[in-house]
């Protein structure tokens, strides 16, 4: 739940309100699990439930984040927050996955999101799968040149910095650790550019949703879809391995990473552009478990806002 208040705050131009009744919020609700896969959930004990929540009472409660956890879920609890502080309902879509239970929870989880850069993670994918069968190689170095770019400042940047040419695992590096565009773009040219990129992400999941992966115009995607993503990173690991070392890199005081206890190990995707502020991690927790939050217009951001960080975020 921290990973929201997170969220919302570094999206939200306005101070959250003070609330002067710091009571426990409560509701006799059953636990349900949101998904379109059908499989046999394991879950906490009510009375394990109330454990964690007491020994995590001081720290929640700092962070006005004192809700009945033991009886509400995931959703539950978010909605309750949102709707304490004002927040449209639609302005954020989430899908979780605990990773040993297979519980899991969602809300707007078919909802069309601004993707921003989250896209960069399945393309990496896409070419190490290539590098995998052989059609390209982790020694040899790319022209980059002529490859397309959203900035030229940052395009010309890189050609400087590496001599007009670039090898996979620097593209890699630079477009996870870094989320820069001009190395993405590098990337999608070594599978035939962005359109055949983007044509191939439903590779590594279908949303039960109209837009069943990232969608190209308009850069639209799904929590349903990149939960799966990562769930498909998480299960080929080993093969992806590269990948997830430079997730762990990324933006190590920001995003899911922010609040989260320092020997917790996170790989995270973030997105950050105009109206969106997203993130796709995977939490290695005594219990690890992948998330996918991706919010809407938060702090009175609109589609037609400029770019949030102007170098590609």
Excluded: C
């Amino acid at each position: 739940m921290l990973i929201f208040l997170v969220m919302f705050n570094k999206s939200s131009n306005s101070k959250l309100k003070q609330t002067k009744d710091r009571r426990i919020l409560s509701t006799s609700t059953t636990r349900t699990s949101s998904s379109s896969h059908d499989q046999k959930i394991v879950e906490k004990s009510l009375e394990k439930k109330k454990m964690v929540m007491e020994q995590d009472m001081e720290l929640m409660n700092a962070y006005r984040l004192y809700y009945d956890y033991a009886h509400l879920s995931l959703k539950e609890v978010v909605l309750a927050y949102m709707s304490e502080y004002g927040i449209e309902k639609n302005s954020v879509a989430f899908s979780y996955k605990n990773l040993k239970t297979g519980q899991r929870d969602a809300m707007n989880d078919t909802q069309a999101m601004t993707a921003g850069s989250t896209y960069k993670l399945p393309l990496n994918m896409l070419v190490v799968d290539a590098v995998v069968k052989g059609k390209l190689s982790m020694e040899e170095r790319f022209d980059i040149t002529e490859t397309d770019y959203e900035y030229i400042g940052e395009h010309n940047n890189y050609v400087a910095a590496f001599s007009g040419a670039m090898s996979i695992d620097d593209m890699q590096k630079y477009s996870l650790v870094y989320s820069e565009n001009t190395p993405a773009y590098a990337l999608a040219e070594r599978i035939g550019g962005m359109d055949s990129a983007y044509s191939k992400f439903g590779r590594y999941g279908q949303s039960k949703g109209d837009i069943k992966n990232i969608q190209k115009n308009g850069n639209k995607v799904t929590t349903d879809y990149y939960i799966q993503v990562l769930d498909y990173l998480w299960k080929h690991r080993k093969k992806y391995d590269s990948l997830i070392t430079y997730l762990e890199e990324a933006f190590p005081t920001d995003y899911y990473r922010a609040l989260i206890p320092s020997d917790v190990v996170v790989a995270q995707k973030p997105g950050y552009v105009r109206e969106a502020l997203n993130v796709g991690a995977i939490v290695k927790e005594e219990v690890p478990y992948i998330v996918a939050i991706y919010t809407a217009g938060l702090g009175g951001s609109t589609q037609e806002d400029s770019e949030i960080n102007g170098v590609g975020l």
